[in-house]
């Protein structure tokens, strides 16, 4: 596997709660980690590596839906046929579950034969996908990173069920962060695999690079909020008042 090539030492700054996990999708069979020995659903293998562990998987050693996600199998009939949802109280009826497999992102047959997971301080490849838990204050520092020097939207986009997907497969797939509310999530609730009301980042590789430049050149707390309401009102006006003036000067050539 490709060496790490970006510096994540910024990341340690934030002191997280558990530490950022890095994800790589294999056609082979990685080097220098340890096979995962056990079977468990995919979202229990964030959990996994957020406690300390580097390894690796194949479909031997997953259950739930992963295999389909991350392309290792054709299909899981019992799931796609609309009928589980309905039994577990997560839809109404068999049409509304169908309606999820038309939206959901997988990863291509062979891409995903092999999958790697590593905590920060563990991580010997360049991950596809750094999944980071965050409270609201943390997340807020990288959607304001990933938005700082492009102005672009950020968005959330998920399911009320199968929730690894949106925070192993979309971000790969489409190129952008994705956000999750943990405990919205059907299954990862009904597992209590992580404590309610934080945020799952998923950052794919192509943006890694733009929000850790920007982490490092941004302030993390601008001076607006610390001023309190008042002062940040304040300081907008006095920030209107100054355009005004430079504008009137550029007119009249003062």
């Known amino acids: 596997m490709a060496q790490i090539t970006q510096d994540l030492s910024i990341l340690k700054k934030f002191d997280f709660e558990r530490p950022p996990v890095g994800v790589k999708y294999l056609a082979d069979k990685p080097k220098g980690l340890k096979k995962l020995g056990k079977v468990m659903d995919l979202c229990e293998m964030l959990v996994e590596a957020q406690e300390g562990n580097a ?30 949802g309905p039994k577990l109280g997560a839809f109404k009826d068999v049409r ?75 971000p790969w797939v489409s190129g952008e962060m994705n956000i999750g509310i943990t405990g919205v999530g059907f299954g990862m609730r009904a597992r209590r695999l992580f404590p309610e009301g934080r945020l799952l980042l998923s950052i794919p590789w192509d943006k890694m690079p733009g929000i850790l430049k920007n982490l490092d050149e941004m302030e993390w707390v601008p001076e607006s909020f610390t001023l309190g309401p008042e002062g940040h009102k304040k300081k907008i006006r006095r920030i209107i008042e100054e355009i005004r003036q430079e504008s009137t000067e550029a007119e009249t050539g003062d």
């Open 96 to 170: 509304a579950n169908l309606r999820i497999y038309q939206d959901m992102p997988k990863l291509l047959k062979g891409s995903g034969n092999y999958v790697a997971f590593a905590p920060l301080d563990k991580l010997n490849f360049d991950p596809d996908i750094l999944i980071i838990l965050a409270n609201s204050s943390q997340a807020e520092i990288f959607i304001r990173a990933k938005c700082y020097t492009t102005g672009e939207m950020w968005t959330a986009r998920g399911m009320p069920v199968v929730g690894c997907a949106w925070v192993y497969i979309y």
């Open 55 to 84: 390894f690796y998987i194949t479909k031997d050693e997953l259950s739930c839906v992963g295999p389909m996600l991350l392309g290792m199998v054709d299909e899981e009939p019992e799931f796609e046929s609309g009928k589980v």
